[in-house]
C-alpha cells in the first residue's frame, strides 16, 4: 500500500514560472488537504476537498488552485510563482466516519520542497 | 490569529525521564484534538489524539491530557528515547469541521 503519493520531491522555480504539485493516494480516502511549512511554523491549509468535484479554500489560498477529478488525486497549481512560495507542502487524506476532521487522522505525503528564485 | 499555539519550540529531555509537550488553544469550538509527530525530510504521521468528552487518553508510553477550563492539552512521554527525538505538532478540530488547525510544533530531542 503506497498511502499518499507526492511528486516531485524537490523543484525549484524561476519567479513567474508555473508548476503542479502533484498527489495521489490510493486507500479510497475521501478527505485531501494541501498544506505548506515554512520553518519555525506550523502547518498552513492551503485548500481542501471532502470529495470528487469539491474544493474548499483553507487558511493561504492565495497564489494557488486545486482540482479534484478523481477520489485519488488532488494536483495543486501554482500560476505565477512568487518568493513568498518557497516551503514545503503537504498532501494529505483522511477518511472521516461523520464529516469530522478531528476524529479521523490524516495521512501524509512525504512532502515536496519547493524553492522559488 | 494562531488558534493552536506550541509556545516550545524546542525541548531536550534525557532518556529514560519524561517528556512533557504543551498546547494551547483558544477555540472553544474545538472538540478534537491530535498528535502528530514528524522526522526530517517525511511527513508527519498521527500519534495519539484525544476528544473533549474525555481528560486523558494513553497509548503505550505516550499519554495526553487535556484540560477544557484551560484550554491546554499536553503530551507526556513515559520513559524517554533516542527514536522519540523529531518534531512534534499539536492540531485541532471542532465537531462539524473537515479541517485540522495545526500548532507550530516543538522539536524534542532526546539525549542518550
Known amino acids: 500500500n503506497a498511502g499518499v503519493t507526492q511528486t516531485p520531491k524537490f523543484r525549484i522555480l524561476k519567479i513567474g514560472q508555473s508548476m503542479t504539485l502533484q498527489c495521489t493516494q490510493d486507500?479510497?480516502?475521501?478527505?485531501m488537504y494541501w498544506y505548506r511549512q515554512d520553518p519555525g511554523m506550523g502547518l498552513k491549509l492551503i485548500y481542501y476537498?471532502?470529495?470528487?468535484?469539491?474544493?474548499d479554500k483553507g487558511e493561504v489560498p492565495n497564489g494557488y488552485n486545486v482540482s479534484r477529478s478523481t477520489t485519488e488525486d488532488f494536483p495543486l497549481r501554482l500560476e505565477l510563482a512568487a518568493p513568498s512560495q518557497t516551503s514545503v507542502y503537504f498532501c494529505?487524506?483522511?477518511?472521516?466516519?461523520?464529516?469530522?476532521?478531528?476524529?479521523?487522522?490524516?495521512?501524509f505525503g512525504n512532502g515536496t520542497r519547493l524553492t522559488v528564485t | 490569529d494562531q488558534q493552536v499555539k506550541q509556545n516550545s519550540p524546542s525541548l531536550s529531555v534525557q532518556e529514560g525521564r519524561i517528556s512533557i509537550l504543551n498546547c494551547d488553544y483558544t477555540?472553544?469550538?474545538?472538540?478534537?484534538f491530535l498528535w502528530y509527530k514528524k522526522y526530517p525530510a517525511e511527513g508527519p504521521t498521527f500519534l495519539i489524539s484525544?476528544?473533549?468528552?474525555?481528560d486523558k487518553n494513553e497509548d503505550g508510553r505516550f499519554t495526553v491530557f487535556l484540560n477544557k477550563s484551560a484550554k491546554h492539552l499536553s503530551l507526556h512521554i513515559v520513559p524517554s528515547q533516542p527514536g522519540d527525538s523529531a518534531v512534534y505538532f499539536c492540531?485541532?478540530?471542532?465537531?462539524?469541521?473537515?479541517?485540522?488547525?495545526f500548532g507550530e510544533g516543538t522539536q524534542l530531542t532526546v539525549n542518550p
Open positions: 476537498s471532502v470529495g470528487a468535484g469539491i474544493t
Open positions: 486507500m479510497n480516502h475521501n478527505y
Open positions: 484525544i476528544s473533549s468528552i474525555k
Open positions: 494529505a487524506s483522511s477518511y472521516p466516519q461523520d464529516g469530522t476532521a478531528g476524529n479521523s487522522p490524516l495521512h
Open positions: 477555540n472553544s469550538m474545538f472538540d478534537y
Open positions: 492540531a485541532a478540530s471542532g465537531t462539524s469541521g473537515s479541517r485540522l488547525t
